[in-house]
């Protein structure tokens, strides 16, 4: 089976105006973030007290990811991997926008898989590859979210406990949809070089959204 066929957590989309991401921006002066979207079954919100404390959520979702016991269901046999799609443009109100999450059958990806769809900003894309690689070690600027638009990078992390861990940013200008990351977890005792990786490719366009 390829990465095509796994298994898709369902998108988060708007068909219609969600409330741009820079308000999360305001409340978090204030000490407070707030995550608001329009999903497919109706208006979701999410609350977190402090963006330390949302930067600690990502680090925790991450950890649970990487460090859950491999159990044989992954495929390729030892990695786990989400692959995270931006789909559409921000505030195409004809066409949609949303994300979309591929994962291997495990059930840690899965979980990390439908969390990030549901707490990874569209309009700031970076955020979230910026904010899984501080939970390693590394740091950025706030306005690094906005500078970081053609961003192609693949990222060999270890963990303290010599877990390889990879993370595949496409956010290049060649990347014919909204962008994507890919971030696979490796069995110990395997890495990029042991395992087979098949190459990221983007998803097919968005369907047009249903008439009201």
């Known amino acids: 089976m390829s990465d095509a066929d796994r298994p898709i ?3 988060r989309r708007c068909a219609a105006p969600c409330k741009p991401d820079r308000a999360v921006m305001a409340d978090a002066a204030e000490g407070e973030v707030r995550m608001r979207w329009l999903a497919p079954f109706g208006l979701a ?17 991450t950890a649970a990811f990487a460090q859950s016991p491999f159990d044989g269901i992954e495929k390729p046999a030892g990695r786990r991997w989400i692959e995270l799609h931006w789909r559409g443009t921000w505030l195409d109100i004809d ?9 291997s059958e495990d059930a840690a990806a899965t979980r ?3 969390w990030l769809v549901h707490n990874s900003s569209f309009e700031f894309r970076s955020r979230t590859p910026q904010g899984i690689l501080s939970c390693y070690g590394y740091a950025f600027p706030i306005s ?7 961003w192609r990078s693949d990222i ?9 861990l990879l993370l595949e940013v496409r956010f290049d ?9 890919r971030l696979s977890a490796f069995a110990h005792d395997e890495d990029p070089a042991t395992v087979e990786m ?3 490719k983007p998803m097919p366009p968005l369907p047009k959204p249903e008439s009201q």
């Not at 919100?45 to 979702?61: F, M, N, P």
């Not at 066409?95 to 994962?103: A, I, M």
């Open 9 to 11: 957590t369902p998108p």
């Open 45 to 61: 919100t999410s609350s977190l007290s402090g963006v330390a404390h949302a930067a600690d959520t990502l680090c925790g979702e």
């Open 95 to 103: 066409g949609g926008w949303g994300l979309e999450c591929r994962h």
């Open 112 to 114: 990390y898989c439908a």
């Open 144 to 150: 690094a979210q906005h500078s970081w638009g053609n």
């Open 156 to 164: 060999e992390m270890t963990t303290p406990k010599l877990q390889f």
């Open 173 to 181: 200008d060649a990347w014919k949809d909204g962008g994507a990351i």
């Open 198 to 200: 098949l190459p990221m």
